[in-house]
């Protein structure tokens, strides 16, 4: 098997200080990754390298694009880049309003992308935009409402819904559950877990909050100061880590 | 069908002044398919850290761990994750599940995870429920809020409902009645008939005795507990 992402000693350095230095793993299809550390660590550099909207100072970033085969994202024309962002790539952000368009209404926000996919029947846009809301449970008569007048968790599940009409391969998330009661973690949690597998889609998950990956990641990475500290099995990882600063992260979460 | 040979296994406390706690040394053990082998020895000799191990969950030092033909101490996450999924089950002692997903979805997640579509894994789901005497009004409430003993069924159900050549058990009968603990066992029996390798940690000696081919004493291979 062929992996979806091959990620090869990247770096990014704002000015003298290390954002993320010597990060390489490969992802294949179906696999959903979990980088964890604590705030400045780099996990989120990492990303925004990875999902283009950071570029970084070394390394390639090779995605295993559907017409071409194995392409480095870095060197990629930014056409090329944006095309993808728009089709086999998903980013869903923490704060949903940085990934929708609040002015907008519901189904306009998810019809949005499949319009930049050159869809242009207005019945077959407004009939998937209302399949997807159903699926992130989003009740059609919703459709016209414009996210502002959603909660946070409906707003992160539109968020979803509009990422992932266009059938993506990879969805980058950075905190997808930062910032929502417990309640409706549980659920978004539950929601992406199923979507990740019925879509057999391959996921990049960053967050500091290590019971999320535990339930969604099959692997996980382990950042510090800009370098991966650890890596492995999400259990095994988090049962038996090996380095002194996941062992001190593993033991600091408080026991509910 | 699952081989441990030689493997041995510390833990390093980094946070606690770097003590380094040597827990296996040499261990090595053969089950062969449609056997059932207790881990015994006394609490702390390593029974869970050995079954951890073969199940990838604690990395192991050196050795080697076999379960069918991939040897788990140098595979890499997504050989094991493959691994779990369709050659080998465990049945831990304590159940970990999603919030607010149904206990029917939690005992159908096995199957579905291997491709089966979604009515005839919720239909098997139901069949393990019933025979483990779930009461059908608790099927589509999470298992989080059950009793001890309730759980200990679901995550019995779960492990049992995609049909592995292996088989992890931990303390499977400890909390449950007569009843259902005569039920887990003719489950277990029912495995081995099959042809399913396992193996089993049991505090119930009746249990053990009544299924387990043969013991394997983890304490000759502790060090510093050896005699």
Redesign the interface.
């Known amino acids: 098997m062929t992996p979806l992402l091959q990620v090869e000693d990247v770096a990014k350095f704002y000015g003298h200080r290390i954002g993320c230095t010597d990060v390489s793993f490969d992802l294949?299809p179906g696999?959903v990754m979990g980088i964890v550390g604590e705030s400045g660590s780099g996990k989120s550099t990492l990303l925004n390298c990875l999902a283009g909207h950071l570029t970084p100072d070394r390394g390639a970033v090779r995605f295993d694009t559907r017409a071409d085969g194995m392409r480095d994202t870095i060197t990629m024309s930014e056409p090329e880049r944006r095309m993808l962002s728009r089709t086999d790539w998903a980013f869903v952000h923490q704060h949903a309003r940085d990934g929708l368009r609040m002015n907008v209404s519901a189904g306009g926000n998810v019809g949005e992308r499949l319009m930049a996919v050159n869809a242009r029947h207005y019945g077959d846009i407004r009939d998937k935009a209302i399949d997807w809301l159903g699926r992130v449970e989003i009740t059609s008569d919703r459709i016209d409402d414009r996210p502002t007048q959603f909660s946070g968790g409906m707003q992160q599940r539109l968020q979803i819904a509009r990422n992932l009409v266009t059938g993506p391969r990879l969805v980058f998330m950075d905190e997808p559950t930062g910032g929502l009661d417990?309640?409706v973690q549980?659920?978004l949690?539950?929601l992406l877990?199923g979507l990740v597998?019925e879509m057999n889609l391959s996921a990049i998950i960053v967050t500091h909050d290590l019971a999320v990956v535990?339930?969604l990641a099959?692997?996980l990475m382990v950042m510090k100061d800009g370098h991966v500290i650890e890596t492995?099995?999400t259990?095994?990882v988090l049962?038996?880590p090996?380095?002194?600063y996941t062992?001190?992260l593993v033991?600091s979460v408080l026991q509910v | 069908m699952i081989s441990v040979e030689n493997v041995s296994k510390s833990?390093?406390?980094?946070?606690q002044g770097a003590a380094v706690i040597p827990v296996m040394a040499g261990a090595s053990l053969q089950v062969e398919a449609g056997e059932c082998v207790a881990l015994v020895g006394a609490s702390g000799a390593g029974k869970s850290t050995l079954m951890?191990m073969i199940y990838?969950?604690?990395?192991t030092a050196s050795g080697r761990i076999m379960v069918g033909d991939l040897d788990v101490v140098s595979a890499v996450?997504?050989q094991?994750?493959q691994l779990r999924r369709t050659t080998l089950g465990y049945v831990s002692q304590f159940l970990?599940v999603?919030?607010?997903?149904s206990t029917l979805d939690v005992v159908a997640e096995p199957l579905?995870?291997t491709g089966s579509d979604r009515d005839t894994a919720i239909a098997s789901a139901k069949v393990l429920l019933s025979r483990l005497n779930i009461p059908e009004r608790l099927w589509q409430l999470s298992p989080t809020t059950f009793s001890g003993g309730e759980q200990q069924r679901v995550n019995i159900a779960r492990g049992f409902a995609y049909p592995y050549p292996a088989l992890l058990l931990d303390e499977p009968t400890a909390s449950l009645d007569p009843t259902n603990r005569a039920t887990v066992l003719t489950m277990i029996e029912e495995a081995k008939a099959r042809g399913v390798a396992i193996i089993g940690i049991f505090h119930d000696h009746a249990a053990r005795d009544a299924i387990c081919d043969r013991q394997f004493d983890v304490t000759q291979f502790t060090p510093g507990l050896a005699a």
């Open positions: 294949y696999e417990v309640s549980a659920r949690l539950d877990r597998r535990r339930l099959d692997r492995g099995l259990d095994q049962d038996d090996q380095h002194a062992q001190l033991s | 833990f390093t406390l980094h946070n951890r990838g969950n604690y990395l996450p997504r094991i994750i970990r999603v919030p607010r997903v579905l995870a």
